[in-house]
T-cell receptor, first 116, second 115 residues
């Protein structure tokens, strides 16, 4: 079974609008962390935001916020005020357990295109 | 501070040849990971080093893949002999500490094409 599901292969948004990228996860471990990475056309993977399973508040980093709904097992990324430079592939990932020895499991990614 | 670097950025080889990929982690990061993304599929874990020791190599596809991290600094991933299905992008990542919130920082990847 898929541990990380990103149902949107592609998303389009106009500049300055907000966009939500969906991510659902599946785990029976009560301790886990959720990560979002951005991969622009240049290829590098850029860390955006992290949410721990015990965090009480939704994570925010600048224009990025994570809409964490634990009961629904969803961790959607919200990008506010989209910019042309936000056009990229976005990956949701999960680490199960807090030992640090467990590795990241990735979703298939969502390609975001921001138009002027 | 320099990020994770990988060399080469691209490699095109013929089936049966050998290729060696290199990763230089962020200075001071004990943890080094290798991942691979085959076209159209998810990024998959290959293995994890803690310093020079292999902590987890459960993702290595077969014994044609050999990873080393001598001295606990840079790492190499050798594919010998390469097969067509080895084509993909190989990512290296590093992290500083072992905890749930520990962030893995990725390199730009090496795109391997096996003809």
């Amino acid at each position: 079974a898929q541990k990380i599901t990103q149902t949107q292969p592609g998303m389009f948004v106009q500049e300055k609008e907000a966009v939500t990228l969906d991510c659902t996860y599946d785990t029976s471990d009560p301790s886990y962390g959720l990560f979002w990475y951005k991969q622009p056309s240049s290829g590098e993977m850029i860390f955006l935001i992290y949410q721990g399973s015990y965090d009480q508040q939704n994570a925010t980093e600048g224009r990025y916020s994570l809409n964490f709904q634990k009961a629904r097992k969803s961790a959607n990324l919200v990008i506010s005020a989209s910019q042309l430079g936000d056009s990229a592939m976005y990956f949701c990932a999960m680490r199960e357990g807090f030992s640090g020895y467990s590795t990241l499991t990735f979703g298939k990614g969502t390609m975001l295109l921001v138009s002027p | 501070e320099a990020g994770v670097t990988q060399f080469p950025s691209h490699s095109v080889i013929e089936k049966g040849q050998t290729v060696t990929l290199r990763c230089d982690p962020i200075s001071g990061h004990d943890n080094l990971y290798w991942y691979r993304r085959v076209m159209g599929k998810e990024i998959k874990f290959l293995l994890h080093f803690v310093k020079e020791s292999k902590q987890d190599e459960s993702g290595m596809p077969n014994n044609r893949f050999l990873a080393e991290r001598t001295g606990g600094t840079y790492s190499t991933l050798k594919v010998q002999p390469a097969e067509l299905e080895d084509s993909g992008v190989y990512f290296c990542a590093s992290s500083q500490k072992l905890s749930g919130s520990d962030t893995q920082y990725f390199g730009p990847g090496t795109r391997l094409t096996v003809l």
